[in-house]
C-alpha cells in the first residue's frame, strides 16, 4: 500500500511545476515573436533599399527614393533615413543606403531586447 500513497502524495507537483515554469515558457515564446518581428523589418529593410536604389536610378530627385522606399514597405517614415550616393552620368552606379530603428515593443520582452538598427543598401545602375 506504499506505493498508492506515493502517487496520491505527489498528485499537485506536476501542477506546481508546471506553475513555476510556465512563466518562463511564456516569456520566451514572446522573445520568439520579438525577434521574428525584427527579422520581417530587415526583410522590408532590404526591399527598402532596393526601391530606393531604383527610384534614384529613374528620377534626379532627392525626396523620391526616401518616398519609395517607405511607401513600397510601409516603414514609418520618422525611423527611416535613406542616403543616396553615386548620382551620375547615366550607365554609373548609384547606392542608396536605409538605415531603420525598430522598436522592440512585444509586452514584456520588448524591455528584454534593446530597439534595434536595421541598416541595408542596394546599388543600381543609373538610366537615360
Not at 527611416?80 to 547606392?95: N, Y
Request: glycine share 8%; aromatic share 0%; net charge neutral.
Amino acid at each position: 500500500m506504499a506505493g498508492r500513497h506515493d502517487r496520491v502524495a505527489d498528485g499537485g507537483q506536476a501542477a506546481v511545476e508546471l506553475a513555476l515554469v510556465l512563466p518562463v515558457i511564456a516569456l520566451l515564446a514572446l522573445v520568439v515573436v520579438q525577434v521574428a518581428l525584427v527579422g520581417r523589418d530587415l526583410v522590408l529593410v532590404v526591399h527598402a533599399a532596393r526601391e530606393a536604389a531604383r527610384q534614384a536610378a529613374v528620377e534626379a530627385g532627392t525626396a523620391g527614393p526616401t518616398d519609395a522606399a517607405v511607401s513600397s514597405t510601409g516603414l514609418e517614415r520618422d525611423r527611416i533615413d535613406v542616403e543616396v550616393t553615386g548620382r551620375g552620368a547615366p550607365g554609373s552606379r548609384v547606392t542608396a543606403r536605409v538605415r531603420y530603428r525598430v522598436r522592440t515593443d512585444v509586452p514584456l520582452a520588448g524591455a528584454l531586447v534593446p530597439d534595434v538598427d536595421l541598416t541595408a543598401s542596394a546599388a543600381m545602375r543609373v538610366e537615360q
